[in-house]
């Protein structure tokens, strides 16, 4: 399975799809990119006059690229089978360091911990454009067909 086949499968779609371009994936972890637009509607009330990505959002992101992309690239034999691959995060511990402003482009390294009975534990890592670390913890997750 491709990065773009892998794109093409994801369950989401705007406003909540969160992943621009996957630019490395192997079975041990990903590297994938998402910039958060201008327009977004949570920056609308997060806050007021002082747009910042929820962290949320921050998670939310980590698990698409991090988590989801990398299982069904994982899963790719069994999940092109099916039409509707259902996911559900089961856990995520993440410390933040730095905001995510509008238009900020980051970048999300996963690296795969454990993969056992569908459910899939990775560390995750998430940088800004000058590569600092912005927020990283781990993240699990389960896919069933």
Avoid: W
């Amino acid at each position: 399975m491709t990065s773009d086949q892998i794109l093409k499968r994801l369950p989401y779609q705007d406003p909540f799809l969160f992943v621009d371009a996957i630019e490395a994936i192997s079975l041990a972890g990903i590297t994938g990119h998402y910039t958060f637009k201008h327009d977004h509607y949570f920056y609308i009330g997060h806050f007021k006059n002082n747009p910042i990505t929820p962290g949320v959002i921050l998670i939310e992101c980590m698990a698409q690229i991090g988590l989801v992309c990398l299982g069904m690239y994982i899963m790719k034999d069994e999940i092109s089978t099916h039409d509707n691959p259902k996911i559900a995060l089961t856990s995520s511990q993440v410390d933040f360091y730095l905001p995510v402003l509008p238009g900020d482009k980051v970048t999300v390294i996963s690296e795969k911990d454990v993969f056992r009975f569908n459910k899939l534990k990775c560390k995750v890592r998430m940088y800004n454009a000058e590569e600092e670390l912005v927020c990283c913890g781990q993240i699990s997750g389960m896919i069933s067909l």
